[in-house]
């Protein structure tokens, strides 16, 4: 072939309409069987295989499916299961499930952020030698090649970043020496059965590396093509510019694929100043795989030139710069949107038709595609033109702002004196993290709601009556700070999302978070702006039930961008700002209201930090200056919370300590209480509440487990300081798991709280 090609990193699972993920719950339910399941995924499977093929893929990736997890499938794959899931007598699926989401005897594996997205990986835990228990690429490249006919191109996590994402070896180098024979196996048999090219995933590329990992790379890829000749490896890297582009292109491999969209020309100017080595293949990543928005194909074409100028046709694919995992597979489906707005968008689908147009457009000439090209362009056009693009007033209070800085009136110290004194919590005060059950008649309630078959009145006196009985709920079981449960609210996001202006709404552009968990990411195409409040009336009706504080419960300004698709005309760091302005407005409408406990979660925080330090400080103080835009402007002694889920706290705990939020809750028990240790060193002195159960798993913990996570966190942190909550997500939980699980937990801070 002398022409360029085309291919695909991975493409979601999901499914149009999330089949994919109501399949696994079925099964988790125990309402149907293994083979059903398997049966159910692998149609699901050769659908999106098929449908990338007749969008005219050349090469299609096998493999990047999951029934959960890529990285977990590698783990498995490797034999890599922790001991405590190895009792069981059972399928090597449920064992996999229950690494996943645990059982009734051990807890789950912690699930952590993939780079800086909104996937969550599970991390391996390594305990045990590695041995191949099955050879995962393979089967896929089978069965594509013999249900479809399709050579596809086998995906695999590489093995220096899942041993880098993985936790638990002691020496790294003999581990590794262990793996990647296990790794040139599955090569090996992957190249017996016709494979072509296999991509291999090396992310971590794009993370600050040391140059001891650095030399990893040369040595296990020597390795790998040495012992497995006759298969071209593409390693690939994504999600931002490579800094070591000199020794990545001279790896012994025979293609590499780069990320030309998340690079900031980096990678332009590396190949216009050091070349590309002749013979090897590159895979440019041409296309965004992570925005929503048509790609301007004039543009590509310019990149394509340049690259073109380097390399040669044949060694040249076009493709999206990182797997369409992150998207929703397609917007055919979308029948709400106004015609501006869907047009201007692109998902999976879209994004792949794109790869296909440029492909055509190089190697049949630009004429080839023009009149795709002038649609396009007239469609940006009247996008462009679409009303609430830019608000005048919104504008107007930017500019106010710039410049300033904004701060609360009191320094924290003082601030905590007067707090104790408006609402005299006892020690090792328990709560919660906003949420609380959100069964099944509260979902068909809204969906009643929305379609109109339910009032207004129906819908909000049905919400009332479920707040109150969990305000009852809450106060029989002694916790001292207490929720409204978020009832009303579909998901954290698109809820603020709906009552902003800036915003769009989407049917089906799901894209996958965790497990079988999928979020519909609002889409922000205009400026922010605060229209009426949004929390007022649950929180203060909440409020009137109770003498115990209720904590009014916001998303927060960084959360909203970074989960949802956001505009590509402006900065986000400016977006964040108009998100900011909004929610201070809410949260002054919420003290008027009486509502003296303010929660705003930043649980994204973490996740959108650059994978390349040298550009985290200044993501972290955009950050932490749209958190205090919004909260600082509250009375002193009004109590600012906020909540993250995640264990890495480390490298921010400087931006967490500059929130200047009063009281932080933060999701530990996952981690087993790690992080504890990065507060004491750090000698954060603000108020901290750590999960002390893990809501994920079902399994409800004892009064005396939680008793002893309290205490070791006291032995680092004053028994002043502390909180005692669960993890986030009990809205995925039912009511008779979550009640005893808090009053367990309620009772453990009781015997705790007794003996200091
Ligand atoms: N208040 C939210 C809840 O409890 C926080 C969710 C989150 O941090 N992801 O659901
Ligand atoms: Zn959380």
Not at 485 to 510: C, P
Request: hydrophobic share 40%.
């Amino acid at each position: 072939m002398t022409h360029v090609q085309s291919s695909a990193l991975g493409y979601p699972r999901i499914g149009e309409k999330r089949e994919w993920k109501k399949s696994l719950e079925r099964f988790w339910k125990g309402n149907q069987t293994e083979e059903v399941l398997r049966t159910e995924l692998k149609e699901l499977r050769l659908k999106n295989l098929q449908k990338q093929k007749d969008l005219g893929l050349d090469w299609i990736p096998v493999g990047d499916f999951s029934y959960y997890d890529h990285v977990l499938d590698t783990a498995v794959m490797f034999g890599l299961i922790p001991e405590r899931f190895k009792q069981k007598d059972q399928s090597l699926l449920q064992t996999y499930f229950d690494i996943a989401r645990g059982n009734e005897t051990a807890v789950a594996s912690e699930m952590t952020k993939w780079f800086n997205t909104n996937y969550h990986y599970i991390v391996p835990e390594i305990d045990t030698e590695p041995k191949l228990l099955e050879n995962r690429p393979l089967y896929y490249f089978n069965e594509a090649k013999d249900e479809l006919g399709i050579i596809g191109k086998p995906v695999l996590l590489g093995p220096i970043t899942f041993l880098k994402l993985a936790k638990g070896y002691e020496d790294y180098d003999a581990f590794l020496d262990h793996l990647v024979p296990l790794y040139i196996d599955v090569l090996k048999e992957l190249a017996e059965a016709g494979a072509e090219w296999v991509q291999i995933d090396e992310p971590i590329l794009c993370t600050t590396l040391e140059d001891k990992e650095l030399a990893y790379f040369e040595k296990v890829y020597k390795k790998i093509t040495r012992e497995v000749p006759d298969l071209k490896l593409l390693l690939q890297t994504y999600f931002e510019s490579i800094d070591y582009y000199e020794q990545v292109i001279s790896l012994p491999v025979e293609g590499i694929g780069i990320d030309f969209i998340y690079d900031e020309g980096n990678h332009i100017n590396a190949l216009e100043k050091h070349g590309f080595p002749e013979g090897k293949t590159l895979a440019a990543g041409i296309i965004d795989g992570r925005n929503v928005w048509k790609n301007d194909l004039n543009h590509s074409l310019e990149t394509i030139d340049t690259l073109r100028k380097h390399i040669k046709d044949e060694q040249l694919i076009l493709q999206p710069s990182c797997s369409l995992l992150h998207v929703p597979v397609t917007t055919e489906t979308e029948e709400k949107l106004a015609p501006e707005l869907k047009n201007a968008l692109a998902f999976a689908d879209q994004k792949i038709e794109e790869v296909a147009l440029l492909k055509k457009g190089v190697n049949e000439g630009r004429e080839a595609i023009a009149s795709a090209i002038d649609k396009q362009q007239s469609t940006w056009k009247q996008f462009k033109q679409v009303t609430g693009r830019t608000n005048p007033i919104v504008q107007e209070e930017l500019s106010a702002w710039s410049g300033k800085q904004p701060s609360r009136a009191l320094p924290f110290a003082e601030r905590q004196k007067l707090q104790e004194e408006t609402f005299q919590l006892p020690l090792l005060p328990t709560t919660t993290i906003g949420s609380l059950p959100q069964t099944t008649d509260i979902r068909k309630a809204r969906a009643s709601f929305r379609k109109g078959e339910w009032t207004p009145e129906k819908y909000e006196a049905f919400i009332e009556e479920r707040t109150a009985a969990w305000i009852h709920h809450q106060e029989a079981l002694g916790l001292d700070v207490l929720v409204h449960g978020e009832f009303e609210r579909n998901d954290m996001v698109e809820y603020f999302g709906e009552k902003l202006d800036g915003f769009t709404f989407t049917q089906f552009a799901w894209v996958q978070s965790y497990g079988s968990r999928c979020v519909k990411p609002p889409i922000i195409y205009g400026d922010v702006a605060w229209k009426a409040p949004m929390t007022i009336k649950e929180s203060a009706f909440a409020q009137s039930l109770t003498n115990k504080p209720v904590k009014g419960m916001l998303t927060g300004p960084v959360t909203i961008l970074n989960w949802s698709f956001v505009r590509n005309d402006i900065e986000p760091a400016e977006v964040t700002t108009q998100i900011a302005l909004a929610l201070k407005k809410e949260l002054s409408a919420l003290e008027e209201n009486g509502i003296r406990m303010l929660q705003v979660d930043e649980p994204a925080l973490r996740e959108g930090l650059p994978l390349k330090k040298e550009k985290q400080q200044s993501y972290l103080d955009d950050a932490v200056y749209a958190f205090k835009l919004a909260t600082s402007g509250v009375k002193n002694d009004t109590q600012v919370h906020t909540h993250m889920c995640y264990s890495e706290f480390g490298e921010i705990i400087d931006t967490i300590d500059q929130l200047d939020a009063d009281v932080i809750s933060i999701e530990a028990a996952r981690s087993h209480g790690e992080l504890i240790a990065d507060f004491e060193t750090f000698g954060y002195d603000k108020e901290i509440g750590l999960g002390v159960y893990d809501i994920h798993s079902p399994r409800i913990p004892s009064i005396l487990e939680m008793e002893q996570s309290i205490t070791r966190a006291l032995k680092v942190l004053k028994a002043r300081q502390f909180w005692v909550n669960p993890d986030c997500g009990l809205k995925t939980r039912t009511k008779e798991e979550v009640l005893p699980a808090l009053n367990h937990m309620v009772e453990a801070a009781k015997n705790v709280r007794a003996k200091q």
